[in-house]
């Protein structure tokens, strides 16, 4: 995946920083951000989340509870502008 490849890994690892230190700020988990940051974007959008295990459970629930500042939706909603991650996400054949 070119994503994760090169100039393009490095650009988009940039970009995860800014998750984790804003969640290491509110005090929860990227994840957690990640999924209040979607459940964030409008009434009509609700985030799909996977578990590899039931005891993450509680933790997705209460990321359902996080609120951001204007200040903090616009910086996330800035990193992570569409077209902001580079590379594709399929392999290339």
Do not use: C, H
């Not at 984790?20 to 951000?33: E, F, I, S, V």
């Not at 959008?45 to 990321?63: C, H």
Request: hydrophobic share 40%.
């Amino acid at each position: 995946f070119s994503r994760f490849q090169g100039e393009n890994l490095v650009k988009n690892l940039e970009r995860v920083e800014v998750l984790k230190q804003m969640a290491g700020d509110k005090g929860y988990t990227p994840t957690q951000l990640a999924i209040a940051w979607v459940n964030a974007q409008d009434d009509n959008i609700m985030p799909l989340v996977s578990m590899s295990r039931r005891s993450r459970l509680p933790e997705n629930i209460q990321a359902m509870q996080i609120e951001f500042s204007a200040d903090e939706m616009n910086t996330l909603n800035t990193a992570f502008a569409q077209g902001a991650i580079l590379g594709g996400t399929y392999l290339q054949r």
